[in-house]
């Protein structure tokens, strides 16, 4: 489980944050970072807040412990570290009772001081960058925000794609049921995604594509290739009803219902490559998993 709760003997009376350092010995940080997201509770369970004094009982906080399933680093250096995420698998927890995830594996392998430079979606696969310390979060997350790197996305999608395609629409939020769901809208934030074809299945009437976002829109390649007619194989939200969607995503049908309702067990996208510069080295990563239908 990577959140368990820990109980604490309150022995004298004092601050819940002295508490938690003297006491608990957690850090300084992490304290203020759990009595701000609600996660240490007195005796009764209710909230403790910031300054607020502790007298006896016990105290319980909701601390992250990780755990490992083998998963390792596909690269590592002392700043930083490369790991092929499968698909299913959360980079983050979302809920407390998220029992394994990415930041898991990244925990594990290093110390509280490594974090996520990015994030890709539960159901795709590949590449994410992990700094592993806080100078190299700085720089790697700084070199994410200007846009200093460049990743390639593999996809199979619906339909045949003949040409190379620049996709520039803007997207922004969609006001269905879905409320992950994005959508292309002249009010939203100007998008990017260059598209180029690989193969084509003519069987299956499929395309494996190379894509290549300019920008970082939440699901913005999902949302790209869907809006000119090649949604991506196994897409659980676009390019399928919303009710169905609804119901893959509250996991009330069986992988056979989602294969009918979607196309495929999982979404058919996956996070290539990844080139960037740091430290005055360049770098490119390539993923070691097998990508097909």
């Known amino acids: 489980m990577p959140y368990v709760l820990k109980k604490f003997e309150v022995k004298e009376k004092k601050l819940i944050d002295d508490f938690l350092i003297q006491d608990a010995k957690l850090s300084s940080k992490l304290s203020q970072s759990l009595l701000a997201k609600g996660k240490v509770l007195n005796q009764d369970n209710k909230r403790l ?29 002392e700043h930083f570290a490369i790991f092929d995420k499968p698909s299913g698998l959360l980079v983050h927890p979302t809920a407390i009772n998220d029992e394994y995830t990415l930041l898991d594996e990244i925990k594990y392998h290093f110390d509280d001081n490594a974090s996520l430079v990015h994030r890709i979606d539960k159901e795709t696969s590949g590449l994410v960058l992990v700094a592993k310390n806080k100078y190299s979060e700085m720089i790697l997350k700084e070199m994410f925000e200007e846009k200093k790197y460049q990743k390639t996305y593999k996809a199979i999608v619906e339909n045949e794609v003949k040409n190379s395609i620049e996709i520039n629409s803007p997207i922004t939020n969609d006001t269905g049921i879905i409320k992950l769901k994005m959508k292309v809208d002249e009010k939203g934030k100007a998008s990017t995604t260059s598209i180029e074809p690989i193969s084509f299945d003519k069987e299956k009437n499929q395309t494996l594509v190379y894509s290549y976002p300019k920008t970082g829109r939440q699901h913005q390649i999902r949302v790209h290739l869907d809006s000119i007619g090649h949604r991506i194989v196994g897409d659980p939200i676009y390019g399928i009803k919303e009710e169905s969607a609804d119901r893959i995503l509250k996991k009330e049908v069986t992988i056979e219902q989602r294969n009918l309702l979607s196309g495929n067990k999982r979404l058919l996208l996956h996070a290539y490559s990844l080139e960037f510069e740091y430290l005055n080295i360049k770098y490119k990563f390539i993923s070691k998993q097998k990508f097909n239908a």
């Open 49 to 77: 807040q910031k300054n607020q004094t502790v007298k006896k009982g016990f105290i319980k906080v909701s601390v992250f412990q990780a755990i490992t399933k083998g998963l390792k680093p596909l690269f590592q250096t």
